[in-house]
């Protein structure tokens, strides 16, 4: 470790060694896949100061024996809400709910489908706090009037429950209504209440919208197959084989012709067999 660093270590509030950033990154990639690298220690030291602050500890080193120690279970989940990056919007990354817009308006014309099942099933995995399950349910309130008779359901997860819990409530600050993607303005605005600087979903919206706890490395408990599955932003936080482990998974998750949104930065290098591209990290499994 440089001079510099170690100066700067003994300047800070809790003492943080390399040893124990590597145990506590160790830890978190078992729990979650996140993957933090040697130059996110400044990150994590961040993240967990004010935890350690809130139960009275002095070092890092005290808050790993707290992880080892019979308590540790309960401890891991407020370590997973720290280290997690929710960054999220309503219509981030607009093209994909176009793509979504015209592969619902297609299916909900395919009578075919409809005599077998009038349900649609949409995953989003890795949801934040529910601006983007949201921006999938005002998207096919608004512009997918057709599905309206039909069973729509959409299955938000993460594995943050404080941001499980801001998305259960609905309710978003008035600034994300601002600024919009042209043609998603009234999408948005026509199902919430405003109310002072806030905003909430309407029930319609919120009835849509079915939030769990899941991490994404675990089993999953879902039986029947999803018609699209959005999972945007997510896998850049891991290492290239659960990346592709999860793509597998999710091609496996899919119905032929269901669709697979990935974030902008996460195109894949090898793709299941049975995945293709068709748009801007958008893929289509081939029927
Ligand atoms: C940057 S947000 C993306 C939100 C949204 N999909 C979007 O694109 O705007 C990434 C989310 O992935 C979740 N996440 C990270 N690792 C996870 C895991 N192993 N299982 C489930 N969710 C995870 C985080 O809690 C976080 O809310």
């Not at 093209?95 to 395919?110: N, Q, R, V, Y």
């Not at 349910?137 to 801001?166: E, G, S």
Request: some cysteine; proline content about 2%; glycine content about 6%.
């Amino acid at each position: 470790m440089s001079q510099q660093s170690e100066t700067l270590e003994k300047k800070r509030e809790f003492e943080f060694t390399h040893k124990e950033f590597k145990k506590l990154s160790g830890l978190i990639h078992e729990l979650t896949g996140i993957v933090l690298g040697d130059h996110k220690q400044d990150m994590l030291y961040g993240r967990l100061a004010r935890r350690l602050r809130q139960l009275g500890l002095k070092t890092f080193s005290q808050y790993c024996e707290l992880l080892d120690s019979q308590k540790g279970d309960e401890e891991t989940s407020f370590l997973v809400n720290a280290v997690t990056t929710n960054l999220t919007k309503f219509f981030r990354e607009h093209h994909h709910f176009d793509t979504l817009t015209e592969h619902l308006l297609k299916l909900s014309t395919d009578t075919k489908r409809r005599s077998q099942s009038s349900s649609v099933l949409i995953w989003s995995a890795g949801c934040s706090s529910g601006e983007e399950p949201y921006s999938i349910a005002t998207t096919v309130q608004d512009k997918v009037p057709a599905l309206r008779n039909w069973d729509v359901k959409i299955l938000a997860t993460d594995l943050d429950t404080n941001m499980l819990n801001h998305g259960r409530a609905g309710i978003y600050k008035s600034d994300a209504l601002k600024g919009l993607p042209e043609g998603y303005t009234s999408t948005l605005k026509d199902n919430v209440s405003v109310s002072g600087d806030r905003f909430e979903l309407k029930d319609r919206i919120k009835q849509m919208v079915h939030f769990k706890q899941l991490n994404l490395l675990h089993q999953w408990p879902m039986k029947q197959k999803y018609d699209v599955i959005f999972c945007r932003n997510v896998l850049i936080y891991f290492d290239n084989a659960t990346k592709e482990q999860l793509v597998e998974r999710y091609t496996d998750m899919l119905r032929p012709g269901g669709r697979l949104f990935l974030g902008h930065s996460e195109s894949l290098q090898r793709l299941p067999r049975s995945l293709k591209l068709t748009g801007r990290t958008a893929y289509v499994k081939e029927a």
